[in-house]
């Protein structure tokens, strides 16, 4: 089984070597890098919400991974082990207990 980690580390060299916006460690410092970067993975999830109004399951799919994609690329440029971070969340949300219903949209 692949982990997360080796699939961010993946993710992070196909972006370097299609020149592609990557990022390390010392980019937490810098006022637009990081933002830039969360509006990109916005703009993924938002590719996936048209998806959904569209009742297309493809491209909700499609920009679902590509958000993951860079989520793992970004957390790898950043020096975070996502096996690490996603396990501790999980583990942190299993503990919360049931939260309540929210309205679909």
Known sequence: MVTLKELAAKAFEINRL????????EDWEQPFVLPAMAAYVHSEISEAFDGFVDD???AFIGGL??????????LHGMGVDP???VNAKL????NQGPQPRRKRL
Do not use: F, G
């Open 18 to 25: 299609h020149n592609r916006q990557t990022v390390n460690p």
């Open 56 to 58: 297309n399951r493809t």
């Open 65 to 74: 991974t590509d958000a993951i994609i860079c989520c793992l690329s970004l």
């Open 83 to 85: 096996d690490v971070t």
């Open 91 to 94: 583990e942190l949300l299993c």
